[in-house]
């Protein structure tokens, strides 16, 4: 006989005194109604995308737009339509942005350009999500960073953890540069000397500050030797005599040519010298002062530089003032006597740029990025509650995978956070709002998408399942949204939860301590490309959803296991031969059997029923 009916199989059963009633089960219980999926980041027909994850059961979907371009694909009608869509439903939908780098760093490098682009940017998308829900915040990650190179690597070590790699970004060329740790040998020492990559940066700054300075005084050189020359010395002083008026004999006249053209040749010298001053002061001042790093500026050494440039450049304006002086009095100036006044300025330049400390020019880009980066966040969300008010999409920003950028630990993303909302409270002060409105603002509208799998990558450098529960109670006061994906710490493997070696359960517990109450989206495409099923099931086991509203039994992970209706059958039913005695439907049957025929006799006695 054929089995067209699962129930004619025995699936079996776990044992009621197991405890997670599943190897899936994390050991921790989310609502369903709660637990949502990403739709496909490679289309713009998101609808027919949100569709598709409403008929798996969700209440929650997030429209997963990864590229910049798909993003633009999508027609400004399909955003109302989602609207409606989830109006009808009773679902929410959230938005996962494009791939851009808040910071401004690009294929080329970074540049102020890119940095505003990207701002536009992300302002359009976050004025875009709120036609998702015009009446609510909706949720909107951005990755804190998407540099397109690794950001600082970090090792675990015995009484805690080291730097390995950092990368270093100079802000005139945008250029990054990685620094790796690296053990250097020196003769007549036994043992090698360790530098660290931050030691290493710090070298590297010294040194490059110090070669500008020995190139100037290198050219500084060549214009002094050559108005130092015994020739040109001794051609000089006819020179000046004839600038002074007094008669030149014949023979000494070529001597005026001789000095001309040595004080020119000088002073091509000096002035390549000064417009190198002027770039070093330049990057001193921007670099060193104005937006030094905050360790210098607490420890003086920002200070003690502006006291050395205000000094050069009250020098340099006296001097030109001096020249301006005597051109206004009509006086000739002799290019002898200019090359000299350059000369002056040259020397006392390279001498105040010696006593300035190292100006950082490589920069670690962790720090370089902090303060673009908050920028351009603080900017997107403060002109996002300009024109939505309360109703303003919540910007969202993810820790990345740390192979494509940084702010991927809590305690970086927490720097970044709290910039972006201390860049807002100044914005909104500035335009008017009340400090206390505008910090509760921005509190409500920049916080922290936690992406349990990219911050168990930690796993590379032998970090361990406590030291990952712990950057994720670090961050949990700021998370508004959560991604679930599993992976086993060495690939971004996005299987659904409890496939892998996350730690789900504790730094979900973590999370709720903190109040999180948000969405959590199983981020499980590849899951789903492999396997060709939806991950929506599994997930609802490995958090053991309820099986209803109500938070109660039965759930998901105990009734995918429960005693299912085995069922063997009664036997051979419906033999052929009663279909070849009595037709095809019994319709030869008695009409007292309910067949078309009447009877001639009685069944019981044989009497006929006439």
Request: charged share 25%; glycine share 8%; with cysteine.
């Amino acid at each position: 006989m054929a089995y067209t009916n699962y129930e004619f199989f025995y699936e079996g059963i776990y044992k009621p005194v197991e405890q997670d009633y599943g190897d899936l089960f994390t050991g921790y219980r989310f609502p369903g109604y709660s637990i949502g999926a990403s739709t496909s980041t490679q289309t713009a027909n998101q609808v027919q995308e949100v569709s598709s994850r409403l008929n798996e059961g969700m209440k929650v979907v997030e429209m997963s737009v990864l590229d910049p371009r798909v993003m633009g694909m999508i027609p400004k009608q399909h955003m109302k339509e989602l609207n409606q869509l989830s109006k009808l439903t009773g679902s929410e939908t959230t938005l996962h942005g494009p791939l851009i780098d808040p910071a401004g760093f690009s294929r080329e490098g970074w540049s102020e350009s890119a940095r505003h682009e990207a701002e536009q940017e992300m302002l359009q998308i976050v004025e875009r999500a709120h036609e998702l829900n015009p009446k609510g915040n909706v949720p909107v990650s951005f990755h804190s960073s998407n540099w397109g190179f690794p950001g600082a690597e970090y090792e675990k070590t015995k009484t805690g953890e080291k730097e390995t790699v950092i990368v270093a970004v100079n802000p005139e060329t945008g250029q990054p540069s990685a620094f790796k740790e690296e053990k250097v040998y020196y003769p007549g020492e036994e043992t090698p000397r360790e530098y660290g990559p931050r030691k290493r940066l710090e070298v590297y700054n010294e040194t490059a500050w110090s070669n500008q300075i020995t190139g100037l005084l290198q050219m500084a050189k060549h214009g002094d030797e050559i108005l130092r020359s015994p020739y040109v010395e001794d051609a000089s002083k006819v020179y000046l005599e004839a600038v002074k008026g007094h008669p030149v004999a014949p023979e000494d006249r070529d001597k005026i040519a001789i000095t001309e053209d040595a004080a020119n040749k000088a002073l091509m010298f000096f002035q390549d010298v000064e417009a190198g001053i002027r770039s070093m002061y330049d990057n001193a001042y921007k670099y060193g002062i104005k937006d030094a790093p905050e360790d210098e500026k607490q420890r003086g050494i920002a200070a003690e530089r502006a006291k050395i440039l205000t000094a050069l450049s009250k020098q340099y304006t006296a001097m030109y003032k001096e020249m301006d002086e005597r051109k206004r009095r009509g006086e000739h100036i002799d290019i002898l006597d200019y090359a000299l006044k350059y000369k002056r300025r040259c020397d006392e330049g390279i001498a105040a740029l010696k006593h300035i400390t190292p100006v950082q020019m490589m920069r670690p880009v962790e720090e370089f990025a902090l303060d673009k980066s908050a920028r351009t966040i603080a900017n997107v969300a403060f002109q996002s509650y300009k024109k939505f008010g309360t109703s303003a999409p919540i910007v969202s920003l993810e820790n990345p995978p740390g192979e494509i950028g940084g702010f991927s630990r809590a305690k970086q993303l927490k720097q970044l956070i709290n910039a972006s909302r201390e860049q807002f409270v100044q914005n909104a002060v500035n335009s008017g709002m009340s400090e206390t409105r505008a910090r509760g603002a921005a509190e409500k509208l920049i916080g922290a998408t936690w992406d349990v799998g990219h911050i168990n990558l930690m796993r590379k450098g032998g970090f361990t399942e406590e030291d990952i529960i712990k950057e994720t109670k670090a961050i949990a006061p700021f998370v508004k949204h959560v991604h679930l994906a599993d992976n086993f710490g060495f690939q971004e493997a996005h299987l659904p939860p409890g496939m892998g070696g996350v730690p789900i359960k504790p730094m979900l517990e973590e999370l709720e301590k903190a109040g999180f109450k948000g969405k959590a989206i199983v981020e499980a495409g590849e899951f789903v490309q492999h396997f060709k099923a939806s991950p929506h099931p599994y997930a609802l086991s490995a958090l053991g959803s309820p099986l209803y509203d109500i938070k109660m039994a039965p759930y998901w992970n105990q009734i995918q296991s429960s005693y299912g209706s085995y069922f063997g059958g009664y036997g051979t039913m419906l033999p052929e031969e009663h279909f070849s005695m009595y037709g095809a439907g019994f319709s030869t049957l008695p009409t007292e059997l309910g067949g078309r025929v009447p009877g001639k006799q009685s069944r019981l006695t044989g009497t006929p029923m006439e």
